[in-house]
């Protein structure tokens, strides 16, 4: 497997780490989970702490995203590891819109599987690159914004966020 560096950095939440190969970003981690969450991601990866430009350049765009000045992300993003469908799940993701959300089963809908709302759940809480492909928007049927990588309490002041602006 790939090369991993990252850099830890406080966006507000905590502590998150951001990490990227030569390649691109490949992973978010959610507030405080340290490096234990990067390497149940990428179990077979070499993994350095070191700077580099792309994680700078996330870093710049996350916290400018935080500041409510970004509503897209186009530094270079990598997918290292994972099924057809999840990459399936994660582009239809990045079409919805800053400031709006989707239930489950309306991702679902969008993606032509509206029986696999289970499916989509699971790779929606799979996804490695929270914020950069927002799987935040994400809700429960009820409104409810239900669970996410980086907490509820997260999830919730990113969706008032983006609503705000």
């Not at 009820?142 to 509820?152: C, W």
């Amino acid at each position: 497997m790939a090369q991993i560096w990252y850099q830890t950095h406080d966006f507000g939440d905590g502590e998150q780490i951001v990490a990227a190969t030569d390649d691109g970003i490949v992973f978010i981690g959610a507030p405080e989970a340290g490096t234990a969450e990067l390497t149940h991601f990428f179990k077979t990866a070499t993994v350095r702490q070191e700077a580099t430009v792309l994680i700078e350049q996330a870093v710049q765009q996350l916290r400018e995203y935080r500041a409510g000045q970004r509503q897209h992300f186009d530094v270079a993003t990598m997918v290292l590891a994972a099924t057809p469908f999840q990459r399936q799940v994660w582009r239809t993701l990045t079409h919805i819109p800053y400031g709006q959300t989707v239930s489950y089963q309306q991702l679902a809908a969008k993606m032509n599987r509206p029986s696999a709302v289970r499916a989509v759940a699971s790779a929606v809480a799979k996804n490695p690159l929270m914020e950069i492909v927002a799987c935040h928007r994400v809700i429960l049927s009820t409104g409810q914004t239900g669970q996410y990588r980086g907490g509820a309490t997260m999830k919730a002041r990113l969706l008032a966020m983006e609503k705000k602006a």
